[in-house]
């Protein structure tokens, strides 16, 4: 369905403090007019005043009485799964995912098999990408088989679409192949995300180390492992600029490195996963639930109050799920067997309106900015705002709405999320991409 | 009595009311390994399964004869590696084996957790008969009741556990169920194998073996790995043995009645040295005896509990 207007909803602009009433009139992909209450006509910077004001069809109307009305959500850490684990994900499964999760788009993580470190990857996700029901933008790898070894062709990659490069899901362990991925990187004006990590402190860990790691005789990995590795990478940024995005950030320590960093002016961004906000180690050793286990692994209730933190004040960026489908046969296992990861696209908004927004912490503007503008901004990304001629990517949510997740109705293919069974408050009732809907509930 | 579970995954999550119904169970058994015929009836028709992920001697030859002791119908399974690396899951496995109708199973594994894996789909009583570096409940049980049947009582005791607490699945065992029996625990080992927190789990740690074993009454030495040395944590076994091991000069520290164990199998020489593992205050071969009466002990009250059964010759 093509949406024309968008009536009477509450629109969250990222740059405003509190959602303001107003309807969206869509032309063809485009926002063609915002008309806010008592605000006139073409709240800000509309391109064409006046409009057409020619009735439109009853089906294109949506009506957003009592609704929050955001920029299309995007989520710059997913991984797709495609080429390699289509028994776990798909493009099309993950994008379907996307938009049931409210996502307009997504960047999809390189570490596929074989993995999108060339040019003829990127291309092949673009393609695959095509009709799906979320923008895919690519991020390509930093080296070559993500070996930590050989730059991969990031230029190239640049060229054909990839919007940053990672080697996330293993850390860049050489301090000087990291100087030069940023070095290289610096002439595209693409991030780097570092997967903070030193694996010589992590080693074989399975969780988080302290007490309860201690308790469960599993090894652990350290907190400071994730810290000397962003310290690390923060000092490179220091003296090499190119844009520096912290993913995944887990530990009290973590965040006040990133807030250091960037009260001295360092060109570093950073995002957190809901897990990390909702989730401690200490839910590890009721069941041993294989869907506890993710890296970054869980940390203590002081991590998880330290993120919460440094979304609050800023310092932490970007909300992003860190999506990593697996298969069931790969979790059902013993716990320090089991791969790392859960999925979070169909989950991500709404444990961050009950355990950010409905607890005081974040504003729904707030959250314009996490999952939206920041994440447009930071990746160079189209959207991120509500601007007459912009692309009309949005989402509506529904912030009343109460519902139980059931992983048995995710779109996505995987089923591992901790969070089945859960109550959660806030949910997506429309995701428009270019005008059209790609999910409605 | 106070034995209501199903599953023995860990000394962690039981009370000392149910420790205490556990040793008091095992002097009752202990009892019928000493009359001329070892045997009673209680499991009779039922059906365990020890399956051994692990290599195992001793934990193994026990729980086969505390089952047989109690005329259950035994099975054992050993997998050198995990299933995993050959294609089947351990959930596999265990329902494969399962399939066959099965009662009890005994489970040990090198993955910590296991045992509470596997509860989530098994139908039968678990036994955790080691699971990774986390727990070996009947391990620390035989260590409880070694020490109660000597002195009566643990409250007020002080126990040293000496040795690699950071992957010791026995020390883990000893010191819940010794903390919930009123004995003040220490342990002592060189801070790489001590693990993260440990001093939360309610026990003094030490880095110098005098001061632990200063007053103590009961010394629990736990084997080192050569692998700890390879793996850097360690400079070398000797000077492993020069800091911590237990020499005839450091037990000059000890209460006069002090005990000495070890849960096996003992590197003479290394963390204990010869004469003492041999000496009056060593109760090391009444540990294995001992393990044997705590595990059929284990086995009864899972399987229900009737004490008319063990009457029976």
């Known amino acids: ?441 | 009595m106070t034995f209501k579970r199903r599953h023995l995954l860990g000394l962690e999550d039981v009370t000392a009311d149910e420790i205490m119904t556990v040793l008091e169970t095992t002097t009752v058994f202990k009892e019928v390994l000493e009359r001329p015929i070892k045997k009673v009836a209680p499991l009779r028709g039922l059906t365990v399964a020890n399956i051994f992920f692990e290599p195992s001697t001793r934990t193994r030859v026990s729980f086969e004869l505390a089952e047989k002791r109690l005329s259950a119908d035994t099975m054992s399974f050993a997998a050198a590696t995990s299933s995993v690396k050959k294609g089947e899951t351990l959930k596999d496995t265990v329902r494969n084996l399962e399939a066959m109708k099965i009662d009890m199973v005994v489970i040990r594994h090198q993955s910590s957790g296991v045992p509470y894996f596997l509860t989530r789909f098994c139908s039968s009583s678990v036994i955790n008969a080691g699971d990774g570096q986390h727990e070996h409940p009947t391990q620390g049980l035989l260590d409880i009741y070694s020490i109660w049947e000597k002195y009566g009582s643990l409250d007020g005791l002080r126990v040293v556990l000496m040795g690699d607490a950071k992957h010791s699945r026995v020390i883990r065992s000893n010191v819940w169920g010794l903390t919930k029996l009123g004995a003040s625990v220490a342990v002592c080992g060189p801070p790489t194998l001590l693990p993260v927190g440990l001093e939360n789990t309610g026990v003094e740690v030490y880095t110098d073996i005098d001061k632990a074993l200063d007053g103590a009454d009961v010394v629990n030495v736990m084997r080192i790995q050569l692998e700890r040395q390879e793996a850097g944590l360690l400079p070398s076994l000797r000077e492993y043995t020069s800091l911590f091991g237990i020499t005839k000069e450091r037990l000059k520290r000890l209460n006069k009645n002090y005990t000495i164990m070890h849960p096996g199998p003992i590197n003479r020489g290394i963390e204990l040295a010869d004469e003492i593992a041999d000496s009056s205050h060593s109760v090391i071969l009444e540990q294995v005896t001992n393990g044997v009466a705590v595990r059929m002990a284990v086995l009864f009250l899972l399987a229900g509990g009737d004490r008319s059964q063990t009457d029976e010759g």
């Open chain 1, 1 to 441: 369905m093509k949406v024309k207007l968008i009536k009477n909803g509450q629109i969250v602009f990222p740059d405003r403090d509190e959602p303001v009433e107003g309807d969206i009139y869509i032309e063809d992909d485009r926002i063609e007019r915002i008309e806010l209450k008592g605000e006139g006509k073409a709240g800000k910077k509309a391109g064409k005043a006046g409009g057409s004001g020619r009735e439109s069809a009853k089906d294109e109307v949506i009506d957003a009485s009592g609704l929050l009305v955001f920029p299309g959500f995007i989520d710059v850490h997913v991984h797709l799964r495609e080429p390699g684990r289509e028994d776990c994900e798909t493009i099309a499964s993950g994008t379907e995912a996307a938009a049931a999760g409210g996502f307009t788009a997504v960047a999809c993580m390189p570490n596929t098999t074989p993995p999108i470190d060339n040019q003829e990857s990127v291309m092949f996700v673009k393609q695959r990408a095509h009709g799906c029901k979320a923008r895919v933008y690519p991020i390509g790898a930093i080296s070559k088989g993500r070996k930590g070894k050989e730059l991969a062709e990031i230029g190239e990659m640049v060229r054909t679409g990839a919007v940053a490069i990672t080697d996330d899901g293993s850390p860049v362990n050489d301090a000087g192949m990291m100087r030069r991925a940023m070095e290289y990187a610096g002439m595209f004006g693409i991030p780097v995300i570092s997967h903070a990590e030193d694996i010589s402190l992590s080693g074989r860990g399975v969780m988080n180390e302290g007490y309860e790691s201690t308790r469960l005789g599993m090894p652990g990995i350290p907190p400071f492992s994730e810290e000397i590795c962003i310290s690390r990478d923060i000092t490179l940024c220091k003296y090499i600029g190119t844009p520096l995005h912290i993913a995944h950030v887990s530990t009290e320590g973590s965040v006040d490195l990133i807030r250091r960093a960037k009260a001295q002016g360092v060109n570093v961004t950073a995002e957190a996963t809901p897990h990390h906000f909702t989730l401690t180690d200490v839910e590890i050793g009721k069941e041993f639930n294989t869907n506890l286990k993710m890296n970054p692994p869980l940390r203590t209730q002081r991590d998880v109050d330290a993120v919460i933190e440094g979304l609050a004040d800023g310092t932490i960026d970007i909300i992003a799920s860190d999506h990593a489908p697996h298969a069931p046969e790969e979790k059902e296992v013993e716990f320090d067997q089991a791969p790392n990861g859960i999925i979070g696209l169909e989950t991500m908004v709404s444990l961050a309106g009950t355990f950010l927004v409905k607890t005081g912490k974040l504003s729904w503007n707030d959250l314009a900015r996490k999952l939206s503008a920041n994440p447009s901004r930071i990746m160079r990304l189209p959207g991120g705002d509500l601007l007459a001629g912009g692309v009309a990517d949005i989402t509506i949510l529904n912030p009343k709405s109460t519902w139980t997740v059931r992983v048995d109705k995710f779109r996505s293919i995987s089923r591992n999320s901790p969070y089945d069974g859960w109550k959660l408050n806030g949910r997506v009732k429309y995701t428009i991409v270019g005008g059209e809907v790609t999910f409605a509930d």
